[in-house]
């Protein structure tokens, strides 16, 4: 009897729990239209049924087209993206529809057919009056990613019965539209809501979310998978990982999956799946960090539009209230202060969301997204969590989504239906408004300099196409004061020259490098940097020089324009790139480098069609490169810590000889007294030091494991993070950790470096590169060993090749072939046992501005690893 009373109970709980998922409906959309474009057949998708889009029905021109090639990379029975109608004129399909918001969602798998080259398509999309694209190049937009297809989903409120979608081609030869697959489908009438929180003001307000259209940037589940259309709610969004939106090595912890997610009655299950809510990523191990440490999301965005972010919650780990409570940051804003999720509901695993509007009017074009614990608030745990995020553009002032205005000539909108003329929000008004000043103001200087300083060249009128910057007072010489006034150490164990050198700090005047580099030519444009464009350029007496202009929209500016000339003012090193000069007239920052002939290392790797470099010439470059760097971190009196090492900031010279370069994020190091430079985290997707990205503290070390990211990067030919790739091979670092702890680094090589390495010198570099990346920096080798490690790994390599030859040639001379020392393991100064000295660089190094070590330094047990009679 009390069995079955209890086994009553449970039952009685069960229902209780789910209660809220049984009681609520799943959506059914009123109108629901999935067309498979250009054919007489229907296409099942995800269990989704694709109806031929029939002529005189919803279109009433266009010539179908279809290809028989197949694509790995498209979706299961993605039959509906093998036909396409193509528009050579502006065409519309029309659909009778329910009035209200509905998702517009577009498909576009470019392929030949016939005379249809899809490298000339280039069109425009219009809708209700809404402009959703403008001179597209769908093969274009391809190129940036590792898709096949591309997907464009919207969200317009639709005022009539009837609803109209224009494709407009280019006014163009050859120029044509086309549409593989078209989806539109009602949306449940509370599923947006017009009660956002202007990020920066705290309060919810209306911003009038009836008059307004929306594109889908990005929809995330945090700390899970891809979620398909098929498992979402009724709304057949499809949902993609965070992984490769997170800043740094510092990932957090993403918890055990939880599916007993009870949807309260403020909450709708279409408002995101249980696959969302049961998924999170949290802090992670945070009791040990300091509170000021955030998990950082970035998403790339176009400027001088406002987004709409929507933030899904769900506490899937605690139970109860206190145990967790943080903030949330958007583009360094409070966004959310003192979260406890079970504040917002009545239990734990219940949902829980919030909207905001962010504008992105200028600055950044990176929207940032951050989650820490806020300080003092008691919490028991040091804790954050974040289950989901969806991020939509809104339209500016003129109806557009676009992020190029229409082209020239286009016909006015009016002329295709214009939506039902419900007011535009005051948001909008207020982006429309900003963009239409600041428009006004850079006309207003570029004309004022065109009138006051333009220049002839070559018999023409030079433009100004240069903008300004207002970070400086436009007062020129005002750093190069600053330098003179500076301070500069010299003195044992320093090697900061007493004086300016010739190859750095000298004031170049703006004419000269407008001059220089034909007035900042595109064609003459190196790279693109976080500070600015890099262009080639030859200065008046002939020199070869590398000029990097300061864009006014970087998150680079003043502070790093400032550092960088005062630090390459002051150091000199055979492996450090030269600055020439310097130049802020007319409120520029242009910093002025030596030419690096064969650019930087990263395009010798991949990505180009640069000629492959051999295993030796990899392993010089590193050894030049940690020269370089040993010598930033033991030169100056309290040493210089660059930030930013990665593959991109190491420049090769005619002689592919390595040089580090861009110290604008460089920091002093720390004085004797204290162990590191506490500071806010800079540096590049990565390469970050995970311990300096989780406690803010900077040291030496941190550029250590940048530096073996670098050297993975140089073994393996790939990028450090790609997140195209599976999710375990998307980070290098850990990647390629796993082999090398597996001892199997060589299946991840380069394949043009299989059959050059010497299994030995592979192995030494493998094990340097392993102590780099420590996890911890005082486990982590100083620069000066993992310089002697690359050292020896090249000497076992030159020791092989010489046996080799040796070998062949035997008979003839029969030399005498030297052992190597027996192979020791790399240790840092800590683990040295006992007093030793510290070694000097080899004569053939000696011209490297005298780099002398101090008598009474250190020095690992594995320096005695290049003791070698033959030399090099």
Same mark, same amino acid.
């Given at each position: 009897m009390l069995f079955r009373i209890a086994a009553l109970l449970s039952i009685a709980i069960l229902l209780k729990q789910y209660s809220h998922v049984v009681c609520q409906t799943v959506w059914q959309p009123k109108d629901q239209f999935r067309l498979n474009c250009g054919t007489t057949m229907n296409a099942t998708v995800y269990g989704q049924v694709w109806m031929e889009d029939i002529e005189g029905h919803f279109i009433t021109d266009g010539i179908p087209a279809s290809t028989s090639n197949q694509n790995s990379l498209l979706p299961a029975n993605g039959d509906f993206l093998y036909s396409a109608r193509i528009f050579t004129t502006p065409s519309e399909y029309t659909f009778s529809v329910t009035p209200g918001r509905h998702w517009i969602r577009m498909y576009f798998y470019p392929f030949s057919f016939?005379?249809?080259?899809?490298?000339?398509?280039?069109?425009?999309?219009?809708?209700? @009056? =809404?402009?959703?694209? &403008?001179?597209?190049?769908?093969?274009?937009?391809?190129?940036?990613?590792?898709?096949?297809?591309?997907?464009?989903?919207?969200?317009?409120?639709?005022?009539? &019965?009837?609803? !109209?979608?224009?494709?407009?081609?280019?006014?163009? !030869?050859?120029? =044509?539209a086309f549409i593989n697959a078209l989806e539109i489908e009602s949306m449940p009438d509370d599923s947006l809501a017009d009660d956002a929180i202007l990020v920066g003001h705290g309060e919810p307000s209306q911003f009038g979310l009836p008059g307004i259209a929306l594109q889908t940037m990005y929809r995330v589940n945090v700390g899970g998978q891809t979620v398909s259309p098929a498992n979402d709610s009724g709304e057949a969004r499809t949902w993609i990982p965070d992984s490769s939106f997170i800043l740094g090595a510092a990932t957090g912890v993403i918890p055990p999956y939880n599916f007993n997610i009870q949807y309260p009655s403020t909450v709708p299950t279409y408002i995101a799946p249980v696959s969302v809510y049961g998924t999170a990523r949290t802090m992670g191990g945070s009791n040990i960090i300091n509170s000021h440490f955030n998990l950082t999301w970035i998403f790339p965005v176009d400027l001088h539009f406002a987004y709409y972010v929507r933030l899904h919650f769900c506490e899937i780990v605690y139970t109860s209230l206190y145990q967790r409570i943080f903030n949330v940051y958007i583009n360094n804003q409070t966004a959310l202060s003192g979260l406890d999720i079970l504040a917002k509901v009545t239990a734990a695993n219940m949902p829980y969301y919030a909207d905001f509007v962010a504008p992105m009017l200028q600055g950044d074009n990176r929207l940032w997204l951050q989650i820490g614990p806020t300080p003092n608030s008691g919490a028991q745990f040091k804790e954050a969590i974040l289950n989901g995020l969806e991020i939509f553009k809104i339209n500016n002032s003129e109806g557009?989504?676009?992020?190029?205005?229409?082209?020239?000539?286009?016909?006015?909108?009016? +002329?295709?239906?214009?939506?039902?003329? +419900?007011?535009?929000?005051?948001? %909008?008004?207020?982006?429309?408004?900003?963009?239409?000043?600041f428009a006004a103001v850079a006309a207003l200087l570029a004309s004022l300099y065109f009138l006051l300083f333009k220049r002839t060249k070559g018999g023409k009128v030079m433009s100004p196409a240069w903008r300004s910057l207002p970070l400086l007072s436009g007062s020129s010489g005002s750093i190069g004061s600053k330098l003179s006034k500076a301070s500069l150490k010299s003195g044992t164990g320093s090697f900061v020259?007493?004086?300016? +050198?010739?190859?750095?700090? #000298?004031?170049?005047?703006?004419?000269?490098?407008?001059?220089?580099?034909?007035?900042?030519?595109? &064609?003459?444009?190196?790279?693109? @940097?976080?500070?600015?464009?890099?262009?080639?350029?030859?200065?008046? *007496?002939?020199?070869?020089?590398?000029?990097?202009?300061?864009?006014?929209?970087?998150?680079?500016?003043?502070?790093?324009?400032?550092?960088?000339?005062?630090?390459?003012?002051?150091? #000199?090193?055979?492996?450090?790139?030269?600055?020439?000069?310097?130049?802020?007239?007319h409120s520029e920052m242009i910093l002025v480098y030596d030419y690096m002939a064969n650019g930087p290392l990263r395009g010798h790797l991949y990505g180009t069609d640069l000629p492959s470099l051999n295993w030796k010439q990899r392993l010089e470059i590193c050894i030049g490169s940690a020269r370089g760097l040993h010598?930033?971190?033991?030169?100056?009196?309290? @040493?210089?810590?660059? #930030? *930013?090492?990665? /593959?991109?900031?190491?420049?090769?010279?005619?002689?592919?000889?390595?040089?580090?370069?861009?110290?604008?994020?460089?920091? /002093?190091?720390?004085?004797?007294?204290? /162990?590191? %430079? !506490?500071?806010?985290?800079?540096?590049?997707?990565?390469?970050?030091?995970?311990? =300096?990205?989780?406690?803010?503290?900077? /040291?030496?070390?941190?550029?250590?494991?940048?530096?073996?990211?670098?050297?993975?990067?140089?073994l393996c030919a790939r990028p450090a993070i790609n997140p195209t790739l599976p999710r375990d091979q998307c980070n290098l670092a850990d990647w390629a950790l796993y082999w090398q702890k597996m001892g199997k680094l060589e299946e991840i090589i380069d394949p043009r470096l299989?059959?050059?390495?010497?299994? *030995? !010198?592979?192995?030494?570099?493998?094990?340097?590169?392993?102590?780099?990346?420590?996890?911890?920096?005082?486990?982590?080798?100083?620069?000066?060993d993992v310089l002697w490690n690359l050292e020896y790994a090249l000497q076992l390599q030159e020791t092989s090749s010489e046996r080799e030859s040796s070998a062949v040639n035997l008979d003839a001379c029969n030399p005498q072939l030297i052992e190597l020392p027996v192979d020791q393991p790399m240790t840092d100064d800590s683990e040295t046992n006992g007093p030793v000295t510290h070694a000097v660089e080899s004569e053939e190094h000696a011209d490297d501005t005298s780099t002398v070590f101090s008598d009474d330094a250190s020095i690992s047990t594995v320096f005695s690893q290049l003791v070698n009679t033959q030399g090099r």
């Open positions: 016939q005379n249809f080259d899809p490298n000339w398509s280039l069109f425009s999309v219009l809708a209700d @009056g =809404y402009v959703l694209l &403008s001179n597209v190049s769908i093969v274009g937009e391809l190129k940036t990613t590792s898709q096949a297809y591309l997907t464009m989903e919207y969200s317009i409120n639709i005022a009539s &019965s009837s609803f !109209s979608l224009y494709f407009v081609p280019a006014n163009a !030869s050859n120029s =044509y557009s989504l676009a992020a190029v205005p229409l082209p020239p000539g286009f016909p006015p909108i009016a +002329s295709f239906q214009p939506h039902s003329g +419900s007011q535009r929000s005051s948001v %909008v008004v207020y982006i429309g408004a900003s963009v239409g000043i020259s007493s004086a300016p +050198s010739n190859m750095g700090g #000298r004031f170049i005047g703006f004419a000269e490098l407008l001059e220089a580099t034909n007035n900042f030519d595109e &064609s003459l444009v190196l790279g693109i @940097g976080g500070f600015g464009k890099v262009y080639k350029g030859e200065l008046f *007496d002939g020199t070869q020089v590398a000029v990097k202009r300061g864009n006014p929209r970087s998150e680079q500016g003043f502070t790093e324009f400032q550092t960088e000339i005062e630090l390459l003012s002051k150091l #000199r090193h055979r492996h450090l790139v030269s600055l020439i000069g310097y130049c802020e007239e010598y930033l971190h033991t030169g100056a009196a309290q @040493g210089i810590i660059h #930030r *930013d090492v990665k /593959t991109t900031n190491i420049l090769l010279d005619e002689n592919l000889e390595a040089k580090v370069s861009d110290f604008g994020l460089s920091k /002093t190091g720390p004085s004797l007294d204290r /162990t590191h %430079v !506490s500071t806010a985290v800079k540096g590049s997707f990565g390469y970050l030091d995970p311990e =300096y990205f989780r406690r803010q503290q900077l /040291t030496e070390k941190s550029d250590v494991y940048s530096f073996g990211v670098v050297l993975m990067e140089i299989v059959g050059q390495i010497n299994k *030995d !010198s592979l192995r030494k570099f493998g094990e340097t590169a392993e102590k780099c990346l420590a996890e911890q920096s005082i486990d982590r080798p100083a620069m000066g």
